[in-house]
């Protein structure tokens, strides 16, 4: 869809519930023959589709072939290209190793480029364990920062940043950073489309679903495929902090090239989970990131860890 269209279409704000909703129909994979899924488009999208979808349909692909009585412990996805907006993306399965205690899936996404040509866009590969008690620690203590509900909302920062920049934000920009998500997130610190000056690559955010997720697709596997999809949030522009550059004001190019996520226990999307985010390393054109997901009660819920290319934009001069 153009963004003229878009605009018109997003002119009736849908609620928080409709966003939701949409969120849950997006990551509802569809069987379409034997260990092959096709993923859903989202709501007049337009340009690049989102990486965190991509990651989300590919596990849930995944957890559609396994047994209900082996969960996703771990996913290892590769970028390949930008999937694009408003086309299908087709999900096949090959099933690796099934034993006792743990089962392998991979999954290549696949979806047709310009010229009708199928060509894969993401490679995953997830593992599955049937749960059971073990020896038991925990060395990463969640920070004590400030709770959710004293922060403002990311959308009201949003609005605020847009109205700051004025001109400076192009109508396909402002559009993007104005658009209502199903995500709530409320950041305790400043992320790279906030902040000009160099600081410390590290960053803490509050998120979770807009509204309550309910109904037959409230289950723990639906709740992991949204932490995954939330989870490529603010990952990537960690690793932007110290150079003071962000992609929103046009500073940067960049783009995830992998993936990868450990589910410690299980964590309902739909409550406050903190997502604390750091970038030890940047070079030669790449960003290395690292994020830990706590529940509220300090449990840790999921490591992540993401690489992406980063370089500053060339001037057109």
Not at 157 to 181: C, F, I, T, V
Not at 283 to 295: D, H
Request: glycine residues 8%.
């Amino acid at each position: 869809m153009a963004l003229t269209a878009w605009r018109i279409a997003m002119s009736d704000t849908p609620t928080n519930e409709q966003l939701v909703e949409d969120l849950v129909r997006l990551l509802t994979v569809e069987k379409r023959a034997a260990d092959i899924f096709e993923g859903g488009q989202q709501i007049d999208g337009f340009g690049r589709v989102f990486g965190g979808q991509v990651l989300a349909q590919a596990l849930q692909a995944a957890q559609s072939s396994v047994p209900d009585t082996k969960t996703a412990h771990s996913l290892h996805a590769y970028f390949l290209r930008g999937g694009r907006e408003g086309h299908p993306i087709e999900y096949r399965i090959e099933r690796d190793f099934d034993g006792r205690s743990f089962s392998n899936r991979r999954v290549v996404a696949a979806q047709e480029d310009e010229e009708g040509r199928a060509v894969p866009i993401l490679n995953l590969t997830a593992s599955f364990q049937v749960p059971e008690q073990g020896l038991k620690h925990e060395d990463s203590p969640m920070p004590d920062v400030a709770a959710p509900e004293s922060l403002k909302t990311d959308m009201e920062m949003r609005r605020a940043m847009a109205d700051k920049m004025g001109d400076k934000l192009s109508e396909g920009q402002r559009a993007l950073m104005l658009r209502p998500r199903p995500i709530e997130m409320r950041t305790i610190d400043r992320l790279h489309w906030m902040n000009s000056e160099p600081k410390p690559p590290r960053a803490h955010s509050w998120f979770k679903t807009a509204a309550p997720v309910t109904g037959d697709a409230d289950t723990p596997a639906l709740h992991r495929a949204i932490i995954t999809y939330a989870s490529d949030y603010t990952l990537l522009g960690t690793s932007a902090l110290p150079h003071g550059l962000s992609w929103m004001r046009g500073e940067l190019v960049g783009a995830s090239l992998d993936h990868a996520i450990w589910f410690h226990r299980e964590a309902r999307a739909d409550e406050w989970l903190l997502y604390c985010t750091d970038a030890p390393w940047s070079g030669a054109g790449r960003g290395f990131n690292r994020g830990r997901i706590y529940n509220q009660a300090g449990d840790l819920i999921a490591s992540v860890a993401q690489e992406g290319m980063m370089r500053k934009r060339k001037s057109k001069s």
